[in-house]
């Protein structure tokens, strides 16, 4: 298991320079956390080149994006694509001339799921044909950017991706149980996750946020081997989860969002970071805080730990310094409901007991308890109830503070990690905010 080790200082200036190039795999959408890497590449006047995960046709063919999807995606992340689809996982696979994972599950039912069965063969055989796809489609990537990437440039490859829930409608009634469902709606997550259906989760996760970390290195690796004969720099960096730490009760405290199944891909993730560390590759896994964007809007909760930022910010930066963002979030908020409010009952769930046996790093990530759900749900909602207008949210505004500032702290810590893993949690976050490194993101 990783130790945990967080970021403690803030990371001197990167060697990168105007002309490198930040390869971005995964898609950026609006809210996403890899758009603070791209404000931060081109802030210091590195080029964007971005990749796509395709675009799969109602017959189930996986295909490039079109021109006009193209031209919409680049003209979001401000430079060009590579168009060759990068969609990982196999859900989608045939093979022998049987039906793909999604095809078996179309007439699942969800009341069912306990039951629901695959030969362990078939899932195997799958996810070989997903990988050796996955595999080519990397290496046609890697044939285009050698011809963009000028000689000599430094290159700073980061990985997003993250995902794998099968596309089959039987997991939409049921997730929703797992993450969202009290009283007779609750679904334990450990007999979710130890069911076949939440093997083929298993293993569909270890694919899509695991395990393309370790193609994207290994394809890579001879573009990687041009480039530092030629005097330039290669360094990797992927975004994980494995908890933050926020204040609580007024001291930095780790804690995690439970029940995050995802967590044992998110530790291979770590665990192939440290491995082609020890290959001597650059490659570091930034385990980021809790913020709302559009993959994590299925864990309703997640976002209760990020209301703390506010405190740490205020902390670090001073009452004066820190009163236009607290006038910003008060804004936001139904007549008669206070920020401070709003952080005490933030800080009353984080502190409750009923979480202790979830504060455990070692037994990391966490299976949900029903009385745990029903705090975490019923916290969430009544934080999200304070505000004047769902569709402007305290969290969005701290989410976009964390992007832009991860962001900024992955491209310079990158240079030099000196760990497979780092942590960034709210007090270096807070610290780079008021800090010269951090100008212009609050
Ligand atoms: N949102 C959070 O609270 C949070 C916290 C810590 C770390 N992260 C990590 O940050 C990264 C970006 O996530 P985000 O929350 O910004 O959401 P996002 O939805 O903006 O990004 C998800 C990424 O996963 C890619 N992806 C999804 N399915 C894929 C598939 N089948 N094949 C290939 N790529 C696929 C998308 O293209 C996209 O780049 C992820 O690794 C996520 O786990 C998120």
Redesign the pocket.
Known sequence: MTDYRSLEKLPDTAGYKPGDVLV?V????G????NGLVEEARRIGMDVIGTT?GRRDSDGTLRPLTAEELAGAEALLGGSIINVP????FDMEQVDGQPSVAEQLKKAKPDEWASISFSPDFIEKARSAGTARMRAALAQVMHQLASRIPSGANVLFA??????IPRARVFMPLLNRVFKGTGDKFLASEGFWNSDLGRLCDASFNE??GD?FRYLIEESAALRGRLGAAGGQVRYA????HGTAVLVGGEYRWQS?TPYV?GWA?MRLEDIAAEATGNGVVATVF??????????AL?LG?EISLYPLLSAIRNVAGERAAAPLFERCQAMLKEGETVEHLLERADAYLASPLLAGMLDFATWPHHSTREQMELMLASSAELLGMHADHKQLICAELSRIV?LSTGRLMVHASWNPGAAALWLSHDIIARLLHDELGTGII
């Open positions: 971005l995964g898609e950026l959408f809210r996403g956390y890899a995960v990068l969609e990982a996982g990985h997003s991706m993250a995902g794998g899509v946020t393309t992927a975004y994980g989860y969002y995802q998110k385990n980021c805080p809790e913020i709302q964007t559009n993959s994590s864990f997640v992007f």
